[in-house]
């Protein structure tokens, strides 16, 4: 396959720099580049998985690959080998978007599961707060506020936009009524410090 699917860059502990995209296939492959040499250092499987179409760096500088068996992967920036850390929820088939939050946390949105999922190093995975929307599968994108500590996703395949708290497990629709005839809430982005929140 020549498809790209998620990329992302990433730096390590001493500053060196890496690209790293997913090439789909079966199976798929987390290909690896060091940005100083353009050369390819990296090609690792991803055992069982067709791709990923997101990847996340945390806070504590990790890799984490959200792929399309359910799965999520980890790998350290310029290490050649990857970690299967499981399935990300039960029943899960894909993760369709991935979030750093604090303290090396991280947050993906599932299919056609339609929940958030956390991950910590030393917490293991556990479910934000189950489905979102009643009969929606996908929780196509997802943001993460630092300011607040809380999460909106994007709902699909009928839109709607969520706030929700991981601490509470509160969620809240903000997305207007007259738009939730769309099909999705795709792409978004957080503008910190900016007046009225």
């Known amino acids: ?27 798929g492959y987390l290909i690896g580049y060091q940005l100083s040499t353009g050369k390819v250092f ?4 991803i055992e069982t998985a067709e791709g990923a179409i997101d990847m996340v760096a945390s806070s504590d500088n990790w890799l ?15 290490s050649t ?9 039960s029943e899960t088939l894909e993760i369709m978007d991935m979030v750093a939050g604090k303290d090396g946390e991280v947050f993906g949105g599932t299919y056609p599961t339609g929940k958030i999922f956390r991950y910590h190093p030393k917490d293991g995975f556990s479910d934000i707060a189950g489905r979102l929307v009643a009969d929606e ?15 909106y996703a994007g709902v699909g395949s009928h839109a709607h936009l969520i706030e929700v708290n991981p601490k509470t497990k509160s969620k809240k629709e ?8 769309r099909e ?14």
């Open 81 to 89: 080998k990857m970690e299967d850390l499981g399935k990300a929820l």
């Open 42 to 45: 990296a090609e690792m499987k």
């Open 184 to 197: 999705f809430v795709y792409n978004m982005g957080i503008a910190e410090g900016v007046e009225g929140g």
């Open 137 to 151: 599968n996908y929780v196509r994108s997802l943001i993460y506020q630092q300011s607040t500590g809380k999460l």
């Open 1 to 27: 396959s020549s498809n790209l699917q998620a990329s992302t860059f990433i730096q390590d502990a001493e500053g060196n720099e890496y690209a790293y995209t997913v090439v789909r296939g079966l199976p």
């Open 64 to 78: 984490y690959v959200g792929a399309s068996n359910g799965h999520v992967y980890r790998t350290k920036p310029g």
């Open 174 to 181: 903000i997305l207007p009524q007259k738009y939730q005839n």
